[in-house]
């Protein structure tokens, strides 16, 4: 799990960050990104719509998922951002893990957050 100093917390945030952020979009993640120099660390949300998932189960499943490459992704990323990872599609759940890494990683290298 991500570390609660790099997660989100409260939804002014959120909000700030879905009005103002630039978007960039995969077939499974849209992901949202605005520069935050006023930390230390990036902070991340992901997301996850009823819509794509009706059972909390699911859903809770596939953000830990992408929680888990956030964590290992943390180390390669360049400045501070607010990023949130919204999930899309429910085959993120039963996606291989490789596969899910090389969507994400190629999405957050598009964004200009990770090396």
């Known amino acids: 799990m991500l570390a609660r100093r790099l997660r989100f917390h409260g939804h002014g945030s959120l909000k700030y960050l879905y009005r103002n952020a630039r978007t960039y ?9 605005i520069e935050n120099p006023r930390r230390k ?42 990023i949130a990872v919204i999930i899309t599609n429910a085959e993120v759940i039963t996606m291989p893990h490789d596969e899910l890494q090389r969507t994400l990683d190629s999405l957050l290298k598009q964004s200009g957050v990770a090396k």
């Open 41 to 82: 660390h990036s902070r991340f949300a992901v997301v996850v719509s009823k819509k794509v998932h009706k059972s909390a189960v699911g859903r809770n499943r596939m953000r830990r998922r992408v929680y888990e490459l956030l964590r290992h992704q943390q180390e390669s990323m360049v400045g501070t951002a607010d």
């Open 25 to 33: 979009r995969s077939r499974y993640f849209t992901l949202r990104v």
